[in-house]
Every structure is written in structure tokens, then in C-alpha cells.
């Protein structure tokens, strides 16, 4: 089973993952590949798989990749070698993912795998505050590039099996936590 969590950059989709993989032994994540520059909170092959723009472009080229997206101006996709692994070891794999990834991911595994997918909401207001805090300071030009793309993530919503208003994160995990359960 994959479970996608998607939602506006600073949703909570990232810590979210990481607290229910530390609270279920048999949830495991599929870190995307990425072509940004690690930040000093990256864990290589944990938070992210790092590569340069021209060998995630040779990924693209030998169909490497189930989907990819050129997102913030850099690319981001999932492995089709890693996630075929990940699959065979049966655990849920929670994936967090943006909403182009959703779609793709949903298109070409559809029939596949059982797939969860999750959309994180949060308030605009509530947004901003969380990007203005994050522990990586987030340059002015990436905050205001990720509030611009606010409107067109949330037009994507009617994707998602369930939408979770993330205004309590032990609530949100919870919750999902119930989901998967009962799937």
C-alpha cells in the first residue's frame, strides 16, 4: 500500500511522514530523487535523493522515472527501481508528494498497488507563518514563489480520497493513522 500525502509547500507533509514512521514499525518512505542542492536539514537517501539537473535529465531520458516535475525550479521525481523494491518488502509506504505527482503516480499505478491519497490543508495565514519559521530559512523569493502556487494546489483537491485540515498535528496523524488502518 502506498499512502500519498500532498498539500501546499509547508503543509506539514515532511513532518507528518517522519512522525508516523516513527511511531508504526511497518511504514516505511520512498525518498524522490531531486535535483536541488542538499539544505542543512537534508539527510541524503533519507530526506531526498540528490542528484545534479544533468543526471536527473539522463533519468528522465532512460525512463527511470514513474513521475517527475519541474517544481520550484528544480526537478522531482520517484524511481520506478526504488519504489518496485519498497513495494516487495510490503510495507505502507508513505510518500509525500506534490499534486502533479499525485496525478501521474495514480495514472500508472492505478492498478498496480492500493493507493491512499491524503491532502494536508492549511490556511493561507497559517501557511505563510509556518514558512516564515522553518528551521531552514527559506529565502524570500522561494517563500513567495511557494504562495503563488498556493491557489493551484488546492485546485487539485477533489484527487485526494480524504482532505485533513492540518491545524493540530497530533490530530492529523491520528487520523491517518485511522485511515490506513481501515483500508
Known amino acids: 500500500m502506498i499512502v500519498i500525502l500532498s498539500g501546499v509547500a509547508g503543509a506539514g507533509k515532511d513532518t507528518i ?10 511504514f516505511t518512505t520512498l525518498p524522490s530523487f531531486t535535483s536541488r542542492s ?30 517527475y516535475s519541474l517544481h520550484h525550479n528544480n ?20 510518500k509525500d508528494i506534490d499534486v502533479n505527482g499525485t496525478e501521474s503516480l495514480l495514472e500508472v499505478l492505478k492498478d498496480d498497488v492500493k493507493i491512499i491519497t491524503i491532502f494536508l490543508k492549511v490556511s493561507k495565514e497559517v501557511l505563510l507563518n509556518r514558512l516564515n ?26 484527487l485526494y480520497d480524504y482532505v485533513i485540515e492540518n491545524d493540530n498535528l497530533e490530530e492529523t496523524i491520528l487520523r491517518i493513522e ?6
Open 17 to 26: 511522514k517522519n512522525k508516523l514512521i516513527e511511531r508504526n514499525s511497518n
Open 75 to 94: 526537478y522531482y521525481g520517484t524511481s520506478k527501481k526504488l519504489l518496485q523494491e519498497k513495494i516487495k518488502e510490503g510495507k505502507v509506504i508513505i
Open 133 to 158: 519559521n522553518r528551521e531552514d530559512h527559506l529565502p524570500e523569493e522561494e517563500i513567495k514563489m511557494r504562495l503563488n502556487r498556493f491557489e493551484y494546489e488546492e485546485s487539485k483537491i477533489g
Open 178 to 183: 485511522e485511515i490506513i488502518k481501515n483500508s
Open 38 to 67: 542538499p539544505r542543512a536539514t537534508d539527510i541524503p537517501n533519507v530526506t531526498y535523493n540528490f542528484v545534479s539537473k544533468e543526471e536527473f535529465e539522463r533519468m528522465i531520458k532512460d525512463n527511470e522515472l514513474y513521475e
